[in-house]
C-alpha cells in the first residue's frame, strides 16, 4: 500500500512569509508525528496527534509554528513569519498505536528560508 | 529525559564485510522499544530493525542483527555482508513506553554516516 507522503518536497521562502507543510500518513494509522531534521539539532520531536487532537505539543519551538490535523488523515504544520532558523527537513511519520508502534516515515520537506 | 549517544559521526567497510555502528542510551524507564534507522541520500527514513526492551533475544533482520546489553543501555546494529546500497546515514532512537498516555515520539541520536567502499 502507499506510504507516507509530504508536500512539497522542497519550499524556498523569504524571511517572513508563512508556510505550509502537508503530510498524509499511512491510510488506517491514527498516530502522526511531526519532527524536524536541521544540521544543528539533528532530528527533534514538534508535536504529537492522535485522531485529530494534539495531546502533546511540547516539540514545537514558537508560537510562530500551529498544526491541525483533520479527518484523522491529513496534517498540516504552518509556520508563521518564517525565520533563517526554520530552515530544516521537517520529516512526518506515522503509526499505528496498538502492533508495536512502529513509525514510518515521509520523505520530508526541504524548507529553505532566505 | 531520555538521550541517545552514537560516538561514531562516521564509519567506513568495504564490500562484504561486516561493520558495527554504536549506541548508548540513558533512561530510568523499564519499557521501551529501540530503534535503527536508516536514511540514505534520498531523505527516507526507512526502519532497519527494533528491539523490545523486555525481550532478551537480540533482533534479527536477515543482514542486520543487534547486540542488545540492557543493564549497559547499549544497543549496537551490526550489518553483515556489506553492500553499497547500506551506504547512508543511521540514526539509532529510544521509544518510551508511557502507560499514562499514547505519545510514542522517538528520541533520536544525531547519526552515523556509514560509507561502503567497493
Known amino acids: 500500500g502507499a506510504g507516507v507522503s509530504q508536500s512539497p518536497s522542497n519550499k524556498v521562502t523569504e524571511k517572513g512569509k508563512d508556510v505550509e507543510l502537508r503530510c498524509d500518513p499511512i491510510?488506517?494509522?491514527?498516530?502522526l508525528y511531526w519532527y524536524r531534521q536541521s544540521l544543528g539539532q539533528g532530528l527533534e520531536f514538534l508535536i504529537y496527534?492522535?485522531?485529530?487532537?494534539?495531546?502533546?505539543k511540547s516539540g514545537l519551538p514558537s508560537d510562530r509554528f500551529s498544526a491541525e490535523r483533520t479527518g484523522g488523515s491529513v496534517s498540516t504544520l504552518t509556520i508563521q513569519r518564517t525565520q533563517q532558523e526554520d530552515s530544516a527537513v521537517y520529516l512526518c511519520?506515522?503509526?499505528?498505536?496498538?502492533?508495536?508502534?512502529?513509525?514510518?516515515f515521509g520523505p520530508g520537506t526541504r524548507l529553505t528560508v532566505l | 529525559a531520555q538521550t541517545v549517544t552514537q560516538s561514531q559521526p562516521e564509519m567506513s567497510v568495504q564490500e562484504a564485510e561486516t561493520v558495527t555502528l554504536s549506541c548508548t542510551y540513558d533512561?530510568?524507564?523499564?519499557?521501551?522499544?529501540l530503534f535503527w534507522y536508516k536514511q540514505p541520500p534520498s531523505r527516507q527514513m526507512i526502519l532497519v530493525i527494533r528491539?523490545?526492551?523486555?525481550?532478551?533475544q537480540n533482533a534479527t533482520e536477515n543482514r542486520f542483527s543487534v547486540n542488545f546489553q540492557k543493564a549497559a543501555k547499549s544497543f549496537s546494529l551490526k550489518i553483515s555482508d556489506s553492500q553499497l546500497g547500506d551506504t547512508a546515514m543511521y540514526f539509532c532512537?529510544?521509544?518510551?513506553?508511557?502507560?499514562?498516555?499514547?505519545?510514542?515520539?522517538?528520541?533520536f541520536g544525531k547519526g552515523t554516516l556509514l560509507t561502503v567502499n567497493p
Open positions: 511519520a506515522s503509526s499505528l498505536v496498538t502492533g508495536g508502534h512502529t513509525q514510518y
Open positions: 491510510s488506517g494509522h491514527t498516530a
Open positions: 496527534f492522535q485522531g485529530n487532537s494534539a495531546p502533546d
Open positions: 533512561t530510568s524507564e523499564n519499557n521501551y522499544y
Open positions: 528491539q523490545e526492551a523486555y525481550k532478551q
Open positions: 532512537a529510544f521509544m518510551k513506553l508511557d502507560s499514562g498516555g499514547s505519545n510514542y515520539k522517538l528520541t
